[in-house]
C-alpha cells in the first residue's frame, strides 16, 4: 500500500523558514516525479515544487521559486520541502504526492503563517 506521510508544518512568522519531510512507502522516491502540493483555505489544491525523477532537476511554481527548495533522501525514501522566506499566503495544508498523483493524498501537514 502506498504511504504519504507528510510532517513538519506550524506556526510561524511571516519570513521565517521551515522545512516538511514526507516520508513514502508503496513505491521509491527515485522512480517517480514526485513533489508538493498546497491546498489553502478556501482555494483548490495547487502544485508547488516537483522532483523529476532520477534528475536533480525541479520544477517549482512561480509564486515559491527562490523561496522553497525540494530534495530527496533516496536512502530513506522521503522528500523534503525547503521553504524560506515565509509570506502569509503560504499558509496551507501541504501534502507529498507523485506526477500524476495518487488518489490517497494522506493527511497532510498545516503551514500557518502570520504577518
Known amino acids: 500500500d502506498v504511504q504519504l506521510q507528510a510532517s513538519g508544518g506550524g506556526l510561524v512568522q511571516a519570513g521565517g523558514s521551515l522545512r516538511l519531510s514526507c516520508a513514502v512507502s508503496?513505491?521509491?522516491?527515485?522512480?517517480?516525479?514526485i513533489g508538493w502540493f498546497r491546498q489553502g483555505p478556501g482555494k483548490e489544491r495547487e502544485g508547488v515544487s516537483f522532483?523529476?525523477?532520477?534528475?536533480?532537476?525541479?520544477i517549482n511554481a512561480n509564486s515559491v521559486k527562490s523561496r522553497f527548495t525540494i530534495s530527496r533522501d533516496n536512502a530513506k525514501n522521503t522528500v523534503y520541502l525547503q521553504m524560506n522566506s515565509l509570506k502569509p499566503e503560504d499558509t496551507a495544508v501541504y501534502y507529498c504526492?507523485?506526477?500524476?498523483?495518487?488518489?490517497?493524498w494522506g493527511q497532510g501537514t498545516l503551514v500557518t503563517v502570520s504577518s
Open positions: 508503496g513505491f521509491t522516491v527515485d522512480d517517480l516525479t
Open positions: 504526492n507523485r506526477i500524476p498523483p495518487y488518489d490517497y
Open positions: 522532483l523529476r525523477n532520477r534528475e536533480s532537476r525541479t
